[in-house]
């Protein structure tokens, strides 16, 4: 009887270590690729590699425009820096040419290396969709590069390590949030000392996760993490103390824009979260059913994360949710976050993986690295959350893009 006990144990020992083995070539393993995706290379024209290259194609698409239409405004604000005097905001106003109660208004950059794409996404509007017919229906204002730091810097977030998306808004109460969750897993999302990827931390981060996720669920986590909080300054998701300085210089040039319309419909750029090359829809849940309807509509046969799925979350300060809302409280506001996913994040793999690269990343900027071999990598992993080099993944968000945008601009006039 000994004799069989011992042979159970043994063999489930063994199927236990087979199973850890398979999860842990599994989980390096995994990565999302494009195989059979087709590629139109005129979609890849409109993508540069660098802040500089970014600002100044943007820049010569707003030239093109405001040659045609004389009323178009092309102004900038700088954004101070300890280490850079050449961060730039730029913007393109181009005042309706006749009904002026409708305006749209296309932002990029508030997570400063997802603007590669962002600004992408705006050239090509500016380049394609942009003519008098949408500009008899409604104004268009183009914000380009809301956090220059971090897309010249290829973070997300801004020389002050602030979440420009949990740090905007008016209302200074807004830093006096506590999320108890976040502050539970600090541990866990905010390690200090240099950082390696091949450290037994790194190796077997998955495990440090998936054991979380046992005891709570993947969506309490993810709530608790990327909700935003006002606590730790060297952690990610750090919405900051105060209002970064973009977004007190921007309020009142914006107000001023924003005044003469009845109805604004505010659509933000973002790449990362969701499924590889898909445009998902991500609102923050909206109270009044009748705005929930009209969005539903701009944007009719497309599925919207409400915020209020099991799937999703809610966040706080966010710069279209928050921010742009407040600044014509008189007028129909409308809003709508576009975010191309890059590392099929829906997905558990996904989801771990892509937190681990921020981590890492986040880790490296306030503590430094092994060493300049894992500098490079972490790096290069972090861009590749955001900006894919896949030419497959451009080209499919170049399309998405203009197909989605082509149908709010049939529709937001409608409603």
């Known amino acids: 009887m000994k004799k069989i006990i011992k042979i159970a144990l043994y063999s489930l020992l063994a199927i236990i270590t087979l199973a850890l083995v398979i999860l842990h070539i599994s989980y390096h393993s995994f990565s999302p690729g494009d195989k059979g995706v087709p590629v139109d290379e005129n979609n890849l024209v409109y993508f540069q590699e660098s802040y500089d290259d970014c600002r100044q194609a943007f820049r010569s698409e707003a030239a093109k425009a405001s040659s045609i239409y004389e009323k178009a405004k092309i102004f900038t604000v700088r954004v101070p ?147 935003g909080q006002y606590e730790i300054p060297e952690g990610i998701f750090f919405g900051g103390t105060d209002f970064e300085p973009q977004i007190d210089s921007t309020q009142k040039i914006l107000s001023e824009i924003f005044s003469p319309y009845e109805s604004i419909l505010a659509i933000d750029l973002h790449t990362g979260y969701g499924a590889r090359r898909v445009l998902n829809l991500f609102p923050n849940t909206i109270d009044d059913p009748e705005l929930e309807a009209k969005t539903e509509t701009i944007f009719t046969g497309h599925q919207i994360e409400w915020g209020n799925t ?19 409280p008189a007028a129909e506001y409308l809003y709508m976050v576009f975010e191309w996913g890059t590392y099929d994040s829906q997905k558990t793999f996904g989801s771990i993986k892509s937190l681990q690269k921020m981590i890492n990343e986040n880790q490296g900027y306030h503590y430094g690295y092994k060493n300049a071999r894992q500098e490079q990598k972490i790096k290069q992993h972090n861009l590749e959350l955001y900006y894919s080099d896949s030419e497959a ?10 197909e989605m945008f082509e149908l709010a601009l049939k529709m937001y006039p409608e409603i």
């Open 81 to 227: 820096s300890k280490i850079d005097q050449d961060l730039y905001i730029d913007f393109l106003y181009l005042p309706s040419l006749k009904d002026t109660s409708k305006l749209l208004v296309i932002s990029s950059g508030v997570h400063g290396v997802e603007g590669f794409t962002g600004s992408a996404v705006q050239q090509m509007f500016l380049n394609e969709l942009l003519d008098k017919d949408v500009l008899s229906e409604m104004g268009v204002l183009m914000i380009h590069g809301m956090n220059p730091y971090g897309l010249k810097y290829g973070r997300r977030f801004t020389e002050n390590n602030v979440d420009l998306n949990r740090g905007s808004g008016i209302d200074p109460t807004l830093f006096q949030t506590r999320n108890e969750g976040y502050l539970v897993l600090q541990d866990m999302l905010n390690p200090q000392g240099k950082v390696s990827e091949g450290s037994l931390r790194n190796q077997f981060f998955y495990l440090i996760t998936m054991s979380k996720t046992l005891k709570e669920s993947m969506s309490v986590l993810r709530q608790a993490i990327v909700q």
């Open 310 to 328: 099991e799937d999703f979350y809610e966040i706080s300060g966010g710069f279209v949710s928050t921010f742009l809302q407040k600044l014509n």
């Open 393 to 402: 993944w451009r080209s499919e968000v170049l399309r998405s893009g203009r």
